[in-house]
């Protein structure tokens, strides 16, 4: 689905309210104002009907552009056990001044999975937290958030997530930010550990950690700059012992260009052009030694007629040794 809000800017591509078990899997969402996927709606920590949905294998791109706040490209609200969210490729979403987020847990998010999502090049960060308890954040890729890939709204005296073995990528954008006050890093409640952190154009002292605020430009849009850096506070409040910060080690792409960059016009599997980033690493990459496992995510968005299984489908093969009839 493509050029939707041209009417309404503000509309959102997939919208599930109060709905439970279900499964929103290889879309292509592109080219909207605001939010790819919304799941849930109910505030704050009040019971939710929302539960055990799944969002899977999803390509969703292109999102803001501008425009509009607040938005992410999968976004979540409420309470939410048994929901997944899973092998997505998000990129390119694009706020206005704020909110402009791959990821997005909003109020009360409490209880979910995050996991082999390949997020990069959005204009704030690439996983979102406002509030809520006690979700998994493992094996993604999170890279060039413009301010930073990892942020929490409102930090509460309770684990916000559990963040383990994920690779976070930056360029002068450390992989956890804060904004000096209530919202200071030192204010957050995780369990952050096995994580590999690299950033290409690093501030000192802040690759890993960083306070930040945001001021009008010349253009008299917010930008957003680092004010404290706080790796070794980050350190020193517990978090991140084990992990490393080292090159991950990006082999050749298929094209040719380095993992890293942008591929444009190659086609995914739907036989539709698109922009593709490969974020493959070689077999000496220190991702290996941490556990990490990288998602490939080139399977993520429409496929081909014939692997169109259901996500919960059994794979099951005919039976050649079956009885004959009759």
């Not at 850096?229 to 084990?242: F, I, Q, T």
Request: charged share 20%.
């Amino acid at each position: 689905m493509e050029r939707g809000g041209r009417v309404y800017p503000s509309c959102v591509a997939v919208l599930f309210q109060h709905g439970a078990h279900n499964v929103i899997a290889h879309n292509r969402i592109r080219d909207f104002f605001y939010t790819g996927i919304s799941v849930g709606w109910m505030w704050d920590y009040e019971d939710s009907p929302s539960q055990g949905n799944l969002v899977v294998g999803n390509h969703i791109h292109d999102l803001g552009q501008g425009l509009l706040n607040d938005m992410g490209g999968v976004y979540l609200l409420g309470i939410a056990p048994g929901t997944v969210v899973r092998g997505n490729h998000i990129h390119d979403v694009e706020c206005a001044n704020y909110g402009g987020w791959g990821i997005y847990l909003d109020e009360g998010s409490s209880h979910v999975v995050i996991e082999d999502n390949v997020v990069h090049h959005v204009s704030s960060q690439c996983y979102h937290h406002h509030y809520g308890r006690e979700s998994i954040i493992r094996h993604n890729v999170f890279a060039y958030g413009g301010n930073g890939q990892v942020s929490i709204t409102r930090p509460e005296q309770l684990v916000s997530f559990t963040m383990e073995r994920n690779l976070l990528l930056g360029s002068s954008s450390p992989g956890f930010t804060g904004t000096p006050g209530p919202r200071d890093l030192r204010e957050y409640t995780i369990v952050s550990d096995l994580n590999l952190f690299w950033d290409e154009a690093p501030v000192a002292g802040a690759v890993l950690a960083a306070n930040g605020e945001k001021a009008a430009g010349p253009d008299g849009r917010l930008e957003w700059s680092i004010v404290e850096p706080m790796d070794d506070a980050w350190r020193e409040l517990g978090h991140d012992r084990h992990s490393v910060v080292a090159d991950p080690r990006f082999v050749d792409s298929p094209s040719g260009e380095l993992s890293g960059e942008s591929a444009e016009g190659r086609a995914d599997a739907s036989g539709e052009p698109g922009t593709r980033r490969e974020f493959a690493v070689a077999d000496d990459s220190p991702v290996h030694d941490l556990g990490i496992r990288v998602p490939d995510v080139s399977g993520a968005g429409p496929r081909p007629v014939a692997d169109r299984l259901h996500p919960l489908a059994a794979r099951t093969r005919r039976d050649q040794f079956a009885r004959a009839q009759g």
